[in-house]
């Protein structure tokens, strides 16, 4: 057992991890009511949401705010409704013997417990492969109570791999997993996994890491593209955030994506190397933000392994560098306004920066000629396709400048 391990990615609450520590210490030394005798100081770092069920805070890495790990509007309900149940595994189901899911930041599992107890009344072998990078937070798993009665089987899994590992060295979750389920638990960086431990394909992802500001590692153009080559044509990649520079990836990766259902006022997206399997395309507007402006740079992260600080100020760098030369400023949302007549822009002072800001660019207004022809594309194509015929105009005027 190797408890030293530190990954970028960020992680729970300092305290909560020491006490998760202080446990599987206990426990090595043969104290079979370690668990039992910290469950109460657990509880006190569970976050219960508005359907009851729980989630857990983050720790706060520099000057960021601390995050929860789910929706504090439902945990489980966030699980079913932006993972579960977009992902098609159903139907899936009715034509293979087999599916395949790899969960990435699994976090205390509601992911897998939403799908295996959605998947509970079909026959088929369900294999998942759950990769969390911190041993601590799957560990609290151990002190949730069930939400689902496939919550269970999660426990039990967690709690074998932690006995094999030798975190822990008592049995104590009375469960049985039923023999068409194989929970594959990971205590890994998911781009180690992904680069070294990752085998055949996949009919489903789950990708819900933190925010990309705070785990930008897993959210890069060479992790979608170390993931393209173990997925089914048909395989979904579900997550729950909509950020440009994701998108951005998935797109450059070779994904078509489009909108993911959305969760109260959230919404997510969708990817797939099948266009028939994108039902909601992104907006006009979300695709001249990806493809004009600076806020739709992606991360890079070309050998997989480079640290927070490192792919944050990458891709700041490029930012910095660009912005207003070879991509229109993000300021002010300019990238929505392109192409809009600007005396429609009732707000003066709007109207003036916006102009400004394509004049330093070498145009004469937001709907200069040649800004209408960078906008003038296929719109029948998939968001993907409009997308990348955007970048091209964009790059074609700029330099006939």
Known sequence: MDNTDTHSRLELMQENKNLIDEIFQLEQDG?????????????????????????????????????????????????????????????????????????ICSGIGYNVAALLNYMKDEDVEIVIDMIESSVETLTTSLFIPDVTNSYSYIKKAVESYLIENEYLKFTKVV?????????????????????????GEYDAVFLDPYSPSKSPELYSVDFF??????????????????????????????????????????????????????????SVSDEKVIALSDVGIPFIDPDLDADFDTIINRRQGTRQKIR?????????????????????IEDEALRNKLNNYV????????????????????YGLSSRDQVLQLEDNLKNVLSNN
Do not use: W
């Open 31 to 103: 104290h079979k009511d370690a668990r039992e005798l910290y469950s109460d100081e657990i509880a006190g770092y569970l976050v219960r949401t508005d359907d009851g069920s729980y989630t857990l805070t983050s720790d706060k890495r520099d000057n960021q705010e601390s995050e929860t790990l789910h929706s504090r509007y439902g945990a489980i309900t966030e699980s079913y409704e932006k993972f579960v149940k977009p992902s098609g595994l159903l139907e899936v189901s009715k034509y293979k013997d087999t599916i395949r899911v790899l969960d």
């Open 324 to 344: 207003g030369v070879s991509v229109f400023p993000s300021s002010s949302k300019l990238p929505r306004y392109l192409g809009v007549d600007p005396e429609t």
């Open 175 to 199: 469960s049985h997993i039923p023999s068409n389920i194989h929970i594959n638990i990971n205590v890994c960086d998911a781009r180690e996994f992904i680069k070294n431990r990752a085998e």
């Open 225 to 282: 593209k170390h993931l393209y080559q173990y997925l089914t044509s048909d395989a979904l990649i579900l997550t729950y955030t909509a950020a440009s520079p994701v998108r951005s990836a998935l797109i450059h990766a070779g994904f078509y994506v489009g909108e993911g259902p959305r969760f109260h006022r959230s919404g997510g997206t969708i990817a797939s190397k099948n266009i028939q399997l994108i039902e909601t395309p992104l």
């Open 359 to 378: 004049k330093d660019m070498g145009f004469d207004s937001i709907n200069d000629d040649r800004i209408l022809e960078i906008l003038d594309i296929d």
